[in-house]
Nanobody, 124 residues
Framework: VQLQASGGGLFRAGDSLRLSCVAS????????VGWFRQAPGKEREFVAA?????????YYSDSVKGRFTISRDNAKNTVYLQMNSLKPEDTAVYYC?????????????????WGQGTLVTVSS
């Protein structure tokens, strides 16, 4: 599956934004989709994921729980990441990734398809 992430930009602390991940290729509805982020000099870290099994279960990292919401629209082959109450520490390149396994994984190696990333910069 091919993924295209978009929606990044320059924001201020407290702002909101929505990232989009549009997919093409293999049946998107049967992919767990995750969002990861990578800040300069740091490893790629898990942010959130939504499964295709179990009624679209979701899972969030502790750092974004309560502020970010992941959702999917299978008719549009799109997964969204709604990001509220942005903090400077949310600054990173955000990647979406797909995994045909219906169970949510939080490690990058579990995902076999990746988008190109979109940069989110949050100023204080």
């Amino acid at each position: 599956v091919q993924l295209q992430a978009s929606g990044g930009g320059l924001f201020r602390a407290g702002d909101s934004l929505r990232l989009s991940c549009v997919a093409s290729g293999r049946t998107f509805s049967r992919n767990t989709v995750g969002w990861f982020r990578q800040a300069p000099g740091k490893e790629r870290e898990f942010v959130a994921a939504i499964s295709w099994g179990g009624g679209g279960a979701t899972y969030y990292s502790d750092s974004v729980k309560g502020r970010f919401t992941i959702s999917r629209d299978n008719a549009k082959n799109t997964v969204y990441l709604q990001m509220n109450s942005l903090k400077p520490e949310d600054t990173a390149v955000y990647y979406c990734a797909a995994d045909p396994d219906p169970h949510i994984a939080t490690t990058p190696i579990a995902y076999d398809s990746w988008g190109q990333g979109t940069l989110v910069t949050v100023s204080s």
